[in-house]
């Protein structure tokens, strides 16, 4: 099984970037489809993004497209998630997650393997 890292995460004000990154061991993620869910406070987690395992296909939500981009390179073993023109709505634990199909699901009960998640925080 393959282990996942999510990393970037922080505080930022509204209207600003991150870039989260997620680091995968274990297994070669060139043929996993990979996806980015998040969760808020008193809220189900929630699809964001997905891709499939050469990066062609990719699916978002509607609550995030045009200002998030999800991309990966397989060489490097890392999934990412560019977020520009962030809102205080956008505000949650972000989890990366990796299916053993390769795909691009946006639901949750594709993936097999999931990251502990990193906190995004955005201030009005």
């Known amino acids: 099984q393959v282990q996942l890292v999510e990393s970037g995460g922080g505080l930022v004000q509204a209207g600003g970037s991150l870039r989260l990154s997620c680091a995968a061991s274990?297994?070669?993620?060139?043929?996993?489809?990979m996806g980015w869910f998040r969760q808020a406070p008193g809220k189900e987690r929630e699809f964001v993004a997905c891709?499939?395992?050469?990066?062609?296909?990719?699916y978002y939500a509607d609550s995030v497209k045009g200002r998030f981009t999800i991309s990966r390179d397989n060489a490097k073993n890392t999934m990412y998630l560019q977020m520009s023109s962030l809102k205080p709505e956008d505000t949650a634990v972000y989890y990366c997650?990796?299916?053993?199909?390769?795909?691009?699901?946006?639901?949750?009960?594709?993936?097999?393997?999931w990251g502990q998640g990193t906190q995004v925080t955005v201030s009005s």
């Open positions: 891709i499939s395992w050469s990066g062609d296909l990719t």
């Open positions: 997650a990796a299916s053993p199909s390769s795909g691009y699901y946006p639901q949750a009960k594709a993936y097999a393997s």
């Open positions: 274990g297994r070669t993620l060139s043929s996993y489809g």
